[in-house]
């Protein structure tokens, strides 16, 4: 195992997000939810793997579980949590924010939070939404039931003028009438006036590593901190095969047995914690 290069010193925050392989928006349909229960689960031994890795590199991150798994494998996040993992929440069953009501996301949030926490004996202060895909009225929502930070505003490919939640930098605070959630949003870099993704699912497995690490490097360079995400099925490339569109089923199962080297090889190059601890540094 090599160590960081080029004088690497800061501590990025390396995530996961928690779900089965058929529980991905790009394979959403009324039919398939009703399927979950009949589908090979293949979460946990993908998991087991991600931690391996993570211990051999002695390295620490987030991980955002879903409460429909953390019902199915208590066990699962029990370990992570007792490995020093920290342990946040994607929701409960991986319903986009945009498509729920305000009162079925407060109850989603909810169910999702008290599942995690008495599961792990301790708060559990960071969310990410389902497929980045956060809404303005949730902010409220999440400080009122008690989340410190987000990570949910994934502004991939639009202007750095774009939008009330474009921001320079991907780490700021959101202030609400209820009070303050931090938001520790997943890196982006500005090309053209243009955000691109770079550090994280399906980008990280469409660039070579080489290229990803270059444009992580300028970040870095650049003071900023990384926010990156992958998921556990995206280490699975004996995972069955879904059904779905061409687009889907290309930006799904697109080089998923390059990920584990290049998650090795991201480990070795640069600096890793929990996004929590990232946030407490920012945020001091």
Known sequence: MTTPLDGAVSKHALTFD??????????????RRRQWETLESRVERNTMKIADILASRSTKATFFVLGWIAERHPQLVKTLAQSGHEIASHGYGHEL?????????????????????????????????????????????????????????NNRFRSSSAGKFSRPSNYYPINTPSGVLLEIAPSTITTLGIQLPVGGGGYFRLLPYSATRLLLKRLERQGSKLVIYLHPWELDPAQPRMKGTLI?????????????????????????????????????
């Open 248 to 284: 889907s089923r290309t930006r799904h199962y697109l080089n998923l047995d390059k990920t584990e080297q290049g998650l090795k090889r991201l480990l070795d190059d640069f600096i890793f914690g929990p996004i929590g601890e990232l946030a407490n540094c920012i945020f001091a």
């Open 18 to 31: 928690l779900e089965e392989h058929f529980q991905v928006s790009a394979f959403w349909s009324s039919e």
């Open 97 to 153: 924010v945009s498509k729920q009501s305000p009162a079925q996301f407060r109850e989603d949030i909810r169910r999702s939070k008290d599942i995690l926490e008495n599961l792990i004996g301790t708060k559990v202060l960071g969310y990410r939404a389902p497929s980045f895909s956060i809404t303005s009225w949730a902010i409220e929502i999440l400080v009122e039931e008690g989340f410190q930070y987000d990570s949910s505003i």
